[in-house]
DNA sequence: GTGAAAGCGCTAACAG
DNA sequence: CTGTTAGCGCTTTCAC
């Protein structure tokens, strides 16, 4: 193995074919002008000889690598990886590669990834955290490349994407209402992630202001603890449960079935983040709103190609929209 | 904002010392000789302009980029994030950046990215799955740069590295005879899993061959149905359960507590894996084999980097010890 | 129509 | 000790 047969060059294109390097370029990237003959011979061949040009040759020309980095905190994977795909989707047909840089926290880890990118000549770079309030352990503010935000705290006057979790909150309480359910409760992460505040402040919105909000962590223990609250010997006794993770949607709907009530005959349930693996779980399946992490992505991916190429693209804080992921935990029929 | 600087060059630096760029590069790269004044005069103004050296111009000289490619079709992350958190543990320090590609079980999308890389000059590719009895949908055969597969089937002359599930799995049933269990039983997923043989073979090899195996799926679900067939009116009652996987230990866990059977008191349950998102929320907190996947990543780092410097390493398959992770499922006390 | 030559940013011989 | 020169693989003027 690894009998590596040598690269083929566009000098032995050019000298089997017969002509200068000059005119093989022209040939294979359809500039200049030729004969159709010369120029088909050249494609022919370097097809025959499986050539490939050398990307780093082009990109020391161009000035541009066709390659972005990804720096990520998060390293779950859970917000990370959906977001890669959708950047890798928007990006592979244009042949560009994503670097992807776990830095844990480590500031000084942080920058000597930044610095290895930098110097690897990335197109731009796209950042991205597992908190929508909180900005990754590093300066970018000097950096000589186009950087775009998504799900992270940036500055303000950075191209930011988030999701709007706002929207996305109204979806699920209005599910609940249009499924007749009156009292409704929110059980949710601490007070202080600003998630929690939007996905709360939505919920308030629309289930008024009298609707018991339980802000605690973002656990399936929690989910747990909250249901002994609200259905306690005088407590609000709630008919449908809107959470704040998928997690506490969980918890919540253990400990309702060991209490004995029905999901969703009784209650309702909704979750938020749609994460596969605890939504798919969920006995019953957890109805739960979806991030679009993936479209988050692919956008983040259109825009930093936009940056790289010098187009102008309005700074601020886009957010794009959530969707309502129907399983069989609130009831009623699936929609989508 | 994006008002990019210029980056600084050799030649910048080099004029501004008075000197010419082959000094200058010489006198940063500590190599060639010149009086101490002259090098130190060249160090510091390099750093104080913020010199970087463009990567892709010492790359093409070198024949070396610093860039290796992970090639994965496990979309979740479940194994190639860890997998890649080693990688880069130990490559970052040598200024290696990795290209994470993420080719979703298509043939044609992977070629597509091995290509990209390889136009890109990776010095390596590193494969990585998450079955490791069943290839990525390319053939690598004819790849010009090293290859390293890493929990994923490889064609035999490889260099390959997996996690040695069986030794795993005779730890965890080693713990549950130390802990005094006798009528042990396993749960695990699908027959036609490699994963799934190993570890059931050296759970027969502890366990004796009449302890019963259930075969099945790798979920909660069929968690919770084995337990049912395990303690059915004249089922084995078994005294400590060892499943093939988290999620089948979480549906063991809960299912035997909706019995009212005691877990660790009664049951000890030990899960293979060691997702902390699953392990972690388990009631009580799972202990899992971890297969050290971060330690197989450093490893994999580590042979790419020797391959690409063309060491000759030994091919064939490396198994990676596993560990078990203590937490309260299986009683005793905590070792680690 | 085609090719010679310059050059992207850097390193490595080889002169001086 | 330092600078000149030749390239890494490619694209792109600009002559011929």
Partial sequence: MAVSTERIRLTDVARLAGVSVATASKALNGTGRMTLETRQKVKRLADELGFRPNAMARAMISQRSFTVGLLTNDTYGRFSLPLMAGITEALADEGVSVFLCGIEDDAEMARRHVDAMLDKQVDGVICTGKRIDKA????????????????????????TLVSDDAQGAREAVRRLIELGRSKLAHV???????????????????????APILYGEWSEDWGHRAVAELFAENGPQPDGIFCGNDQIARGVI??????????????SVIGFDNWEIVAG???????????????????AGRLIMALSEGKAIEPGLR?????????SSCGGGRTN
């Fill in 319 to 327: 957010r794009m929209p959530c969707q309502l992921v129907v399983r």
């Fill in 188 to 210: 949710t992460g601490p007070e202080k992630f600003a998630a929690a505040q939007e996905r709360a402040g939505a919920f308030a919105e629309l289930a008024g202001d009298d």
């Fill in 281 to 299: 779980a969920t006995r019953p399946p957890l109805t739960s709103v979806d991030m679009n992490l993936r479209e988050l992505g692919r956008e």
């Fill in 254 to 267: 253990d400990a309702l079935r060991e209490r004995g009530i029905g999901v969703p005959e009784t209650v």
């Fill in 136 to 159: 990754l352990p590093v300066d970018l503010s000097d950096l000589s490349v186009p950087i775009v935000y998504a799900y992270t705290k940036a500055p303000e006057d950075a191209v």
